[in-house]
């Protein structure tokens, strides 16, 4: 690989973490703690000091505490965790003596800054696609009940997103801990892919379209949604690919209308104070609107989390991607998964087995160990030649890393050798 390009990848690996450092220093939040002498006082007023692009009127929406209501540590916490897993704010109350005896007075602390930086979202959201690398979200104001204009990137080596567009809260119901949202942006993907036809470097393909979405939250992390998306896509090298099941794009324009329905399961808390995590995704390519080609996507992702002692917790995932139809090339299943691998893995179907053994792993202000081993496998159906296997291939590594504030640096190895690895937020 070119060292300019080496080079590159390190700068961006090193700016995400440092971004990923920062935001999480400054914007750290605390559960809330009421003085037992406090409890089942009046509420004489509740006050909410909006920070950054945060509004008051959209932040009234979580809250369910009013003036004249006796003060309990339910319903604080209720409202911490509705601002916290809901909203996504950063939060911070204070209850203090309100102006006669026997009353108090909750002033809220709630902030939403206009950047984020975000790790591998594998189950928040049930209809995303999958990307190593680091996001960052860039917020306008709030406005009306929440409502604000968002542009996101997500950048790795292999991948360069983005997506610019509005996200609307279109009904928050804090008696049912829920909450509904409507997204409706402009997108587009650069992918430089490297299949394994040993004629072929890389291929790069550019995709970009509109999508609307309407997801439904809770704050058990339950989310379901579903999805309308148009994209357009051309290559200007053709791939090598041999299988009768995938359109290849060279040179020339590849269309699809998409419908994607998901549902998943998230643990917005500390991953190890978890039980399990899933996400199933289902993608019609329906061959719609001046669609190439006719194609389907089923996805079952799930992890599961075992308590081996108080710092201790033993990871497992297991995840497939199964496909049918004619998949266009830029809608390939992509195994990254694998961190002892330099590149990441295409077919028309895929599997992942992984394993972590999590040291220290319940502290999450302290270094923590992780030992890891997993190994993925890919196919093409109807696929030609030895470079396209119509048989899975699997493709093992192991490794060690070091975990502090959500920033994993270790190393793996596979046949390939050895590889440095960084990453933001857990494998799984």
Request: aromatic share 10%; charged share 20%; proline share 4%.
């Amino acid at each position: 690989m070119p060292k300019r390009v080496c080079a590159a990848r390190t700068l961006r690996a090193l700016i995400g973490v440092i971004v990923f450092t920062f935001c999480t220093v400054f914007y750290t939040h605390a559960e809330p703690t009421i003085p037992p002498a406090q409890v089942g006082s009046t509420i004489e007023d509740v006050r909410v000091d909006a920070k950054g692009v945060a509004d008051s009127r959209a932040i009234g929406q979580y809250l369910a505490t009013r003036k004249g209501m006796r003060l309990q540590p339910a319903l604080i916490e209720d409202d911490y965790h509705r601002l916290v897993d809901l909203g996504y704010y950063r939060v911070g109350v204070t209850i203090r003596q309100g102006s006669r005896p026997g009353t108090v007075i909750v002033h809220w602390t709630v902030g939403e800054p206009w950047l984020r930086v975000t790790a591998n979202t594998r189950y928040s959201d049930p209809l995303i696609s999958i990307r190593k690398g680091a996001g960052i979200t860039l917020s306008g104001k709030q406005f009306g009940h929440g409502s604000h204009l968002v542009f996101a990137t997500w950048q790795s080596a292999w991948t360069h997103d983005y997506a610019v567009g509005l996200a609307s809260p279109v009904n928050v119901d804090s008696a049912r801990n829920s909450e509904q949202d409507v997204v409706i942006d402009a997108y587009g993907d650069f992918e430089a892919n490297q299949y394994e036809n040993p004629t072929v470097t890389t291929v790069f393909n550019k995709t970009n379209g509109l999508e609307g979405a309407w997801l439904l939250r809770n704050r058990s992390g339950l989310r379901f949604g579903i999805k309308l998306r148009q994209e357009h896509a051309t290559s200007v090298y053709p791939s090598g690919i041999m299988s009768s099941a995938v359109l290849p794009i060279n040179g020339r324009a590849a269309k699809a209308f998409l419908v994607i329905a998901g549902l998943s399961h998230y643990c917005a808390a500390l991953i190890s104070a978890c039980h399990a995590q899933f996400r199933l995704q289902f993608t019609d390519g329906t061959g719609a609107f001046g669609s190439s080609s006719e194609f389907q996507l089923y996805v079952v992702d799930a992890s599961r989390y075992l308590s081996l002692n108080r710092t201790t917790t033993l990871a497992l995932r297991a995840a497939t991607t199964r496909s049918g139809g004619v998949v266009p090339e830029q809608d390939l299943p992509q195994l990254d998964d694998l961190r002892g691998f330099r590149k990441p893995f295409y077919g028309t179907d895929d599997e992942v087995f992984q394993a972590e053994l999590r040291l220290n792993d319940m502290r999450p202000r302290s270094i923590g160990l992780v030992l890891f081993t997993e190994t993925g496998a890919y196919r093409f159906r109807n696929g030609a030649g030895p470079y396209n296997p119509q048989t899975f291939t699997f493709n093992a590594d192991s490794g060690i890393a070091l975990v502090w504030r959500g920033v994993h640096v270790g190393v793996a190895h596979s046949r390939e050798g050895y590889f440095f690895t960084v990453a933001l937020g857990p494998a799984f």
